[in-house]
């Protein structure tokens, strides 16, 4: 760490376990007694700079900065001499002068981490190609409040091995979890973070396993989750992608593979026909809505903690 450098939250791999452990305590803590932190951004401005669409990441950052006093400036990508090709190491330094923090989405990672590099305030990544930090950590926390703990849960992941897959495999290792992936040749996790996360859970007593069959992923698991097959920015992708993964559908078939009391999961937004059936979305299975809605209390963590150093 560089002396004096803020904190940022780019991917899970900064944190260690006992960052998200705490970090999950102070999500809990918040949900529970929501009061527990009003005024701590009180007079601070959060930018919030997004070139893709997002309703969840969006309105949960929204709300939660609103309810820990803060304001939120959130101007459309063109509004921001950025779109008309100021640099970044400018734009960053600027924004520093006024906020607070930065809460970005956008689509290379090394454009979030060049940001970061430049900035004086914290940088949370609010998704980019390579990782979804914020919306693993509300899942583990979804996970924790229904099974009590994480530790040595068996998760299957079943799909395109992208952004949520790499923030879930990085949330998986620091929480000691057993993640089985299932992915077809040519959108398997990237060996980066699968060989960082593996180092990890050697140590906390977890294990990542990379397959090609759905079936075998999500036998005896505890939770089976999926993503879109075909993610923002991937348009061209689409038949492509589409037939790659067919018949990575998770329906009731693949469900009833899973632990009688296993739970479905996905980030949202999900595409009925696509990735997941109507009846699994829709089954008492799913938990999508308690991740979604646990989105609030994890962006209300991550900022209390980032700007309370
Ligand atoms: N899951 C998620 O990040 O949703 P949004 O794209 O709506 O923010
Ligand atoms: N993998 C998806 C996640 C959306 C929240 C995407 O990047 O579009």
């Known amino acids: ?6 904190d940022h939250l780019l991917s899970l791999a900064e944190l260690s376990p006992d960052d998200l452990d705490g970090l999950l305590a102070l999500a809990a803590e918040i949900k529970s007694d929501p009061a527990a932190h009003d005024g701590a951004l009180r007079g601070r401005t959060i930018l919030m700079h997004f070139t893709k669409p997002s309703t969840r990441t969006r ?10 006093g803060g304001t939120t400036v959130f101007p ?3 509004e921001l001499q950025l779109g008309r090709g100021e640099p970044i190491r400018d734009t960053s330094r600027i924004v520093s002068c006024y906020c607070a923090a930065v809460v970005v989405r956008t689509h290379a990672h090394a454009e979030i981490e ?3 590099w430049w900035s004086a305030v914290p940088v949370v990544n609010a998704l980019t190609d390579l990782h979804h930090p914020c919306q693993a950590l509300a899942d583990v926390l979804t996970l924790r409040e229904r099974f009590g703990s994480l530790e040595g849960l068996e998760i299957a992941y079943v799909g395109d091995g992208n952004n949520v897959a790499h923030s879930l495999i ?3 290792a620091l929480a000691g979890m057993h993640l089985r992936l299932a992915c077809p040749d040519g959108y398997r996790p990237a060996a980066v973070v699968i060989d960082r996360a593996r ?6 007593g977890g294990s990542i396993t990379v397959l090609e069959d759905p079936a075998e992923a999500v036998t005896g698991a505890s939770a089976v989750y999926t993503d879109a097959f075909v993610s923002m920015g991937e348009d061209d992708l ?6 790659a993964l067919g018949r990575y559908q998770v329906d009731d078939a693949l469900m009833a593979r899973a632990r009688p009391d296993a739970v479905f999961m996905h980030c949202l937004p999900a595409h009925r026909g696509e990735e ?3 009846d699994v979305i829709e089954g008492p299975q799913s938990i999508v809505f308690d991740q979604a809605g646990n989105r609030l209390w994890t962006a209300a963590a991550v900022l209390v903690r980032l700007l309370s150093r």
Do not use: Q, W
């Open 1 to 6: 760490m560089i002396a004096n450098a803020p």
């Open 59 to 68: 309105l949960s950052f929204t709300a939660a900065i609103a309810r820990l």
């Open 76 to 78: 459309a990508p063109g």
């Open 114 to 116: 060049e940001f970061a």
């Open 170 to 172: 990085e949330a998986g």
């Open 199 to 204: 180092v990890v859970a050697g140590a906390t």
């Open 238 to 243: 689409r038949d492509a992608k589409l037939a």
């Open 276 to 278: 997941v059936t109507d």
